[in-house]
């Protein structure tokens, strides 16, 4: 890459003198499982359901050598490694690990964006002890977490958002790894399109079958081709790929939805079979909301296939939808008018948005997981 085009880049389009850090826990979930019992240590564990139809929210890392990952069934991660241990979540206690995390986070700053319990992007720029270098930041706070949890994280470093993300993941775990503006373009021309930030599992098998491997092959693509190709999010590629990210670290990240979710044990076809079910999950759903003192507009249906197809159905009132009898009618209405879209079903949700008031993120953390007790 040349130097003009390099220059231009830093000069005119970004921030290059931020200074974000991303940290992310190693194994979380795994590993404060393993830290409460010591008979775990050392050992493949998965915390989730190890049944037909559980599923795994997070593998240690003696489990994930042998393939087993996050939002794996429970058969799959046993039929990979059979001699892994389930274990319950316990996600009050997690809940609890990360507030202990986010109180060392606030010794170095109050700009901290959480993107769940177990990461978190810190804007350090102008930090609360004056640090020059974010790496000296990044390594105090991986010391801290250490000492006062016995956890380990691992850390990136940039001047953005997207590269700091990125650099967390590359030498975990309990790695830290800086990207200076200096090496970001040669580094984002060699790194792999599945890392780019909004290239999911669809949009990489199609870039594969154009010939787009690295971002170097981003790259030779105008703005142009690639809204043409990909739309808004072509956009997005173009800027990203050429380091270009200046997204604020935001403290007052809001979650816009609430959701439950379930599992089946057997796929389900029958209506009679599926409106107990659907009945269950809203009385959750109502509870949930009703915990929350939030309530939506909009309840949307999710229902995956027994093809692993999602499909979803919403409808909107121009009012926010308080009462249970009403929430369990409109899930069952939904369920009735599409059910020429399935044949058998293995997964249910419903989740409200446009919420009588946005929750903030870094009071309300939690994600839905499908597990199953044994």
């Known amino acids: 890459m040349g130097t003009p085009e390099l220059f231009f880049m830093l000069s005119y389009h970004i921030n290059s003198s931020r200074k974000i850090v991303h940290i992310d826990m190693d194994a ?5 499982e393993q830290r409460d019992n010591p008979s775990l240590k050392g050992k493949a564990i998965a915390v989730g359901g190890g049944g037909n139809r559980g599923v795994t929210t997070t593998a240690s890392y003696e489990a994930r050598k042998f393939g087993v990952r996050s939002a794996m069934p429970g058969w799959k991660a046993k039929q990979l490694c059979p001699h892994i241990i389930f274990v319950p979540p316990r996600f009050e206690v997690y809940k609890e690990v ?8 606030q010794r170095y700053t109050d700009l901290i964006e959480p993107l769940s319990l177990d990461e978190a992007f810190l804007d350090v720029t102008a930090n609360k002890k004056n640090i020059p270098f974010a790496m000296e930041v990044a390594q105090q706070i991986m010391d801290l977490i250490k000492e006062e949890t016995s956890l380990t994280c691992s850390a990136g470093v940039s001047y953005c958002k997207f590269l700091a993300k990125v ?8 790695g830290l790894t800086i990207i200076t503006p200096q090496k970001a373009v040669s580094f984002l021309e060699k790194l792999e ?5 909004g290239v999911g599992k669809v949009t990489a098998d199609k870039m594969r079958r154009m010939g787009i491997l690295h971002g170097a092959d981003i790259k030779k693509l105008s703005k142009l081709e690639l809204a043409m190709k990909f739309g808004k999010a072509g956009l997005h590629f173009y800027d990203i790929v050429r380091g270009i990210d200046n997204r604020p ?4 990240r809001t979650r816009k939805s609430l959701a439950v979710e379930r599992t089946l044990e057997v796929d389900l076809e029958q209506l009679e079979d599926i409106l107990p079910v659907l009945n269950d999950i809203t009385d959750k759903f109502f509870k949930r909301l009703t915990k929350a003192d939030n309530f939506g507009r909009t309840i949307t249906l999710k229902l995956k296939r027994s093809d692993f197809q999602t499909i979803t159905r919403s409808i909107s009132k121009n009012y926010f939808i308080k009462e249970k009898e009403e ?14 879209a399935f044949d058998k079903i293995r ?7 446009n919420l009588e008031k946005e929750l903030n ?3 309300n953390l939690q994600l839905s997981f499908d597990w199953e007790e044994e």
């Open 361 to 363: 993120d870094s009071e």
């Open 249 to 252: 670290v935001n403290p007052n």
């Open 28 to 32: 979380f979930y795994a590993s404060v």
């Open 98 to 105: 990360s507030r202990q995390i986010r109180s060392i986070f």
């Open 347 to 353: 997964l249910i949700g419903l989740t409200a948005t």
């Open 167 to 174: 650099a967390s993941d590359m030498n975990k775990p309990n």
């Open 193 to 197: 399109i599945e890392k780019f930030f």
């Open 327 to 340: 929430l369990n009618e409109i899930a069952v209405n939904l369920l009735r008018q599409h059910q020429d």
